[in-house]
């Protein structure tokens, strides 16, 4: 019984740091960018606002953005209930069908980059490319305990692989200096509306 309830009373110690944590601005990070612009092919993790993040819950590409759910870690590795959004907005969606397959092939293979000199960006649909970067941490849909989002202080690599039914392979690298947010490594995208959340 002692011992349970000392499993219980860490697991709660753990929650309340992790959410006193998010309240407390983090340092600046500098940014490690991958030598070459190679990207580990690893599942996709790092550190989001200071907290350590490793794999991909679910991540999708819709007519408005880019998203990508990831498990937020505790200090000493465990897995926590709450998870993190990166989210790219005003991505630059190809709408020539509402198709989500038509749309997803003209990312097929290609390669977008921010702030590493010359921008790469989608050019084709409407808009005007990838407009900001944001953070949410939330532990159910709709119930955001905190947000962030910056406009120019990030830089991205993205690289696109082959379609295959319904999802594509895509090797990630960004870094937010000023939000204490660095991750790198490889997941699958879907495309099409908002799926439901895990």
Not at 141 to 154: L, Q, T
Not at 162 to 168: A, R
Request: charged share 20%; with cysteine; aromatic share 16%.
């Amino acid at each position: 019984m002692n011992f349970l309830k000392s499993t219980i009373f860490l697991f709660l110690l753990l929650l309340v740091s992790c959410s006193q944590s998010l309240s407390a601005e983090p340092e600046p990070i500098t940014c490690n960018v991958p030598k070459f612009h190679k990207i580990p092919n690893k599942p996709l993790e790092g550190i989001v606002y200071g907290r350590r993040v490793r794999g991909v819950t679910r991540a999708y590409l819709t007519l408005n953005d880019f998203r990508i759910i990831q498990q937020v870690l505790s200090k000493q590795g465990v897995v926590l209930r709450t998870k993190v959004e990166i989210r790219f907005a005003a991505i630059a969606y190809p709408v020539v069908s509402y198709d989500a397959e038509t749309n997803a092939k003209l990312f097929e293979g290609k390669t977008f980059s921010y702030g590493f000199g010359k921008d790469i960006l989608p050019e084709f649909g409407v808009g005007g490319g990838f407009d900001g970067f944001a953070l949410s941490f939330f532990e159910k849909k709709g119930r955001y305990s905190f947000s962030s989002f910056v406009h120019s202080d990030y830089k991205f690599l993205m690289q696109f692989g082959k379609l295959n039914q319904g999802k594509m392979p895509v090797k990630l690298y960004v870094c937010a200096s000023s939000l204490a947010t660095q991750v790198s490594g490889t997941f699958e995208v879907e495309f099409g509306d908002e799926p439901y959340w895990e």
